[in-house]
């Protein structure tokens, strides 16, 4: 491994925050079990929850290896906090399209573009995580690519509203933007430039949306 000691607690940082994000995923796929109107909805996020919780457990184990003795613990997400308070009111009111834009689409489309370049950071320091990326990476594109097709058939139904989506979209890629400005001090450590990793989070949204997907 080729990590110094300020590295160190920067690639623990950056861990913390990556589980905080699965303990979420994890979290609201529970929630949006109990909201799914079909059994096939419903099964599908009870795997996404059972998912997430690996990773959770995957991550802790390489924030566990990576970091100094007494590095985690110490990072705390305001950001990652106000995503959740409003993940968690949209599922209180119900409303099964904004958790599917917030959750599915966003954080997920976020943590694969965190995910990649993790990947390509940690093997020029000669930390291997292909094996980690490719199990994460691939249920992630999968709760991706569920929510997108969802979200499709919602508009088509009724349900929901492109121009709606659009309007809850806009306050969560602005926390996705301070998320980014927060962790800017990881990014230096692996040459990174957080605007770039928000331009990216933006391909993996549908084109009404803005992105490219």
């Known amino acids: 491994m080729r990590l110094l000691p300020n590295e160190s607690k920067q690639v623990a940082s950056l861990l913390e925050v990556l589980i905080s994000g699965e303990e979420l995923a994890r979290d609201c796929a529970r929630a949006q079990a109990e909201l799914a109107r079909d059994r ?3 099964r599908f996020f009870l795997a996404q929850a059972r998912q997430e919780s690996f990773h959770v457990g995957v991550f802790h184990a390489l924030l566990l290896a990576l ?60 930390i291997g995580i292909e094996r980690l990326h490719r199990l994460v990476l691939s249920q992630e594109q999968a709760h991706h690519g569920f929510g997108l097709s969802r979200l499709e058939q919602m508009v088509t139904n009724g349900q929901t509203s492109r121009g709606r989506l659009q309007e809850q979209a ?37 084109h009404w949306l803005g992105g490219a997907a």
């Open 170 to 206: 806009g306050e969560y890629l602005s926390i996705i933007d301070s998320l980014l400005a927060e962790l800017s001090e990881v990014f230096e450590i692996f040459d990174e430039d957080p605007v770039a990793y928000a331009s990216e989070t933006r391909c993996h949204l549908p």
């Open 40 to 42: 096939l909805m419903r």
């Open 67 to 126: 970091s100094p003795k007494g590095a985690g613990g110490s990072w705390n997400s305001l950001a990652l906090a106000r995503y959740r308070r409003l993940i968690e009111g949209a599922l209180a009111r119900g409303d099964l399209g904004e958790t599917l834009i917030a959750q599915q689409v966003i954080l997920e489309g976020l943590g694969e573009v965190v995910l990649t370049h993790l990947d390509r950071g940690m093997g020029k320091r000669k």
